[in-house]
């Protein structure tokens, strides 16, 4: 009788415990890495442009200044100046002084928060203006009031004044995504993209030369689709197609490669630390439906080095503010497919075979140890003979 009790041995129980508590801890690390940014995230910081006169200028900011840190203002010459600060990205909003009425100037198309604090803005210089034109008409009620007391001949009662505090949106989102809606569902799909299309290359493409010409291609194709979706079908994105599609491209490439890269040095192991840097580092901190310096801290500006951010940041400008100066996203873009080929460069070389025979193909020897991501066992075939095991 066979006796079957040693063939299946039961999980220690500290590996059990140990186990349950390491997934619970990374369940808590996947929640808290989604959820720091938005909670932690606060109004502060906003770059605000003022023009008009200085006394004016002056009683602006101090009334501003009530919202603590809310506002980053700057004080330009005129109008003209804060429109062009708009649009290239300098500041997000601006309020022009000195005319029959107030204007504030805002640009949907960087946010939907910036639309909603401009809003803001508006109704509180309108409560202003309608506060000030109640005092003068009482001040002419008192003074007619007076005259009549004293027997004077009075005017009529004249006209009361309305003044409106103006919104101008002066880079407005395209009727087709009135709200940046799809701008701002874009940036995860991006994210995705360039995780499975780095994933299913590394688990199912042998050979650093093939992985590398699998990434691009694929790079190359899902870029052109994903911008054929949002531009000529749904309207997102605006501007070039030509442009658009290569900064998608570079994007999916660069996490795409940065995965096939940290695999091919790593081995499976290097999966989960590309997934771990781009997914919860690099997608919380990217910024994609509110400003930069709403993060806490220096995160924003570091989140902009970051695949997520940046490609996110670049298809906006591309899209909505031509004149922004967009080379910190396509540096930082350019910069991860840098990485991610000279790490699939170095694994490739550590995991290289140690003696090479004639006539086999180099790339299938070197294949059998990137995929453990360490040394093994190949058989290399000397000429037409038997295989013969060589250690590489």
């Known amino acids: ?16 415990i140990l186990m349950a508590v390491g997934a619970a801890i990374a369940v808590g690390v996947v929640v808290l890495a989604f959820l720091w940014p938005s909670v932690t995230s606060s109004a502060k910081d906003f770059p ?3 023009t008009g006169p200085a006394a004016q200028v002056s009683h602006i900011e101090k009334a501003l200044s009530k919202s603590g840190d809310t506002f980053d203002i700057t004080t330009v010459n005129s109008r003209a100046d ?29 946010s939907p928060v910036t639309t909603q604090i401009m809003s803001g803005v508006q109704s509180r210089l309108q ?7 109640i005092a003068g008409i009482n001040a002419k009620i008192a003074a007619m009031r007076k005259a009549a007391a004293g027997a004077q001949a009075g005017g009529g009662a004249g006209t009361i004044p309305t003044v409106h505090v103006k919104l101008t949106d002066v880079v407005s989102l395209a009727d087709s995504d009135p709200r940046g809606a799809g701008m701002a569902a874009a940036a995860f799909p991006f994210t995705i993209g360039g995780l499975i299309g780095g994933i299913v290359i590394s688990l199912l493409v042998s050979g650093t030369a093939r992985r590398l010409t699998a990434v691009s291609v694929y790079a190359v194709i899902v870029g052109v689709i994903v911008v054929s979706i949002m531009q000529p079908w749904l309207g997102v994105l605006q501007g070039s197609f030509a442009l658009n599609a290569m900064a998608a ?10 995965i096939v890269g940290t695999t091919s040095l790593l081995g499976s192991v290097g999966i989960g630390v590309g997934a771990v840097i781009t997914m919860l580092v690099g997608n919380p901190l990217s910024s994609a439906t509110a400003p930069v310096q709403f993060l806490p801290g220096v995160w924003g500006a570091v989140g ?9 940041t670049l298809l906006r400008d591309l899209s909505y503010f031509p004149d922004a100066d967009s080379a ?4 930082a873009l350019g910069a991860w497919a840098v990485c991610g080929l000279l790490l699939s460069l170095v694994g490739h070389f550590r995991n ?9 193909d180099e790339e299938d020897v070197v294949s059998t140890t990137e995929t453990g991501g360490g040394a093994g066992t190949a058989t290399p075939v000397s000429g037409r003979g038997a295989p013969e095991p060589a250690t590489v």
Request: zero cysteines; aromatic letters at 10%.
């Open 352 to 360: 290289r075979e140690l003696v090479h025979p004639d006539g086999w």
């Open 304 to 312: 902009q080095w970051f695949v997520p951010g940046a490609s996110a």
């Open 1 to 16: 009788m066979t006796d079957n009790r040693s063939a299946t041995r039961h999980t220690k129980w500290g590996r059990v």
């Open 127 to 133: 409560k202003q203006v309608d506060s000030q034109v």
């Open 328 to 331: 910190q996203s396509w540096l």
């Open 48 to 50: 605000l442009a003022v």
């Open 82 to 110: 804060a429109v062009s600060g708009i649009r290239d990205r300098t500041y997000d909003g601006a309020i022009v002084l000195g005319g029959d009425a107030p204007e504030v100037l805002t640009a949907s198309a960087s």
């Open 249 to 258: 491209a570079l994007a999916f490439f660069a996490t795409g490669v940065f």
